[in-house]
Nanobody, 119 residues
Framework: QVQLVESGGGLVQAGGSLRLSCAAS????????VGWFRQAPGTGRESVAA????????HYATSVEGRFTISRNNVRNTVYLQMNSLKPEDTAVYYC????????????WGQGTRVTVSS
């Protein structure tokens, strides 16, 4: 069973950058699709980006496309979210989640890392 730990959150000014990491433990990480989600106070959880096991297929929410880049290193069992040109509306707790390629739902979640973008 894969377990996930996020890191890299913090406080940054608008226009700045952060890189989030999602480190996975367990075997066969390459068999898992990994997604980044976020939840701002008082709002529902939003899908931000996702990447398949090989790293060749990615998907982004319209709100972050062109600013965020998801990538993975399967040797290091880590998925990254590079966030550039950050805006105050990107402020949220960011979670990574994983689902086995044979399933439809994300069933493994990290504890989250907080990102705050000041104006």
């Amino acid at each position: 069973q894969v377990q996930l730990v996020e890191s890299g959150g913090g406080l940054v000014q608008a226009g700045g950058s952060l890189r989030l990491s999602c480190a996975a433990s367990g075997r066969s990480f390459i068999n898992y699709v990994v997604g980044w989600f976020r939840q701002a106070p008082g709002t529902g959880r939003e899908s931000v980006a996702a990447i398949d096991g090989s790293g060749r297929a990615t998907h982004y929410a319209t709100s972050v496309e062109g600013r965020f880049t998801i990538s993975r290193n399967n040797v290091r069992n880590t998925v990254y979210l590079q966030m550039n040109s950050l805006k105050p509306e990107d402020t949220a707790v960011y979670y990574c989640a994983a689902k086995h390629r044979a399933t439809n739902e994300y069933s493994i979640w990290g504890q989250g890392t907080r990102v705050t973008v000041s104006s």
